[in-house]
Nanobody, 122 residues
Framework: QVQLVESGGGLVQAGGSLRLSCVAS????????MGWYRQYPGKQRELVAS???????NYVDSVKGRFTISLDNAKKAVYLQMNSLKPDDAGVYYC????????????????WGQGTQVTVSS
């Protein structure tokens, strides 16, 4: 089993900052990509940012220049530094990991955390 545990969500005023953390544990051989997704009530989950094991990053246009994603492969952790937050950034943020669980099998799995709430007051 693989567990992803997120932390760092909360309530912040517009213009403020938050740092989300996610640590993966369990049966993990290697991590290919980790990322953060956001979901609004009644809407589909959308990618906010992702980072590969070779530090290639990808951001949704609305957060470019304000959010920074980073990966610590040794700790199996991913972080999302969110600056200049806007009310539209609010939602439940989910950590995602695309990983390989065993050196025996070459299959990759998509794993999710339980989500952490981000609220931005105007």
């Amino acid at each position: 089993q693989v567990q992803l545990v997120e932390s760092g969500g909360g309530l912040v005023q517009a213009g403020g900052s938050l740092r989300l953390s996610c640590v993966a544990s369990g049966s993990i051989f290697s991590i290919n990509t980790m990322g953060w997704y956001r979901q609004y009530p009644g809407k589909q989950r959308e990618l906010v940012a992702s980072v590969t094991r070779d530090d290639t990053t990808n951001y949704v246009d609305s957060v470019k220049g304000r959010f920074t994603i980073s990966l610590d492969n040794a700790k199996k952790a991913v972080y999302l530094q969110m600056n200049s937050l806007k009310p539209d950034d609010a939602g439940v943020y989910y950590c995602n990991a695309y990983l390989r669980r065993s050196y025996i099998s070459t299959s990759y799995y998509n794993c999710w955390g339980q989500g952490t709430q981000v609220t931005v007051s105007s």
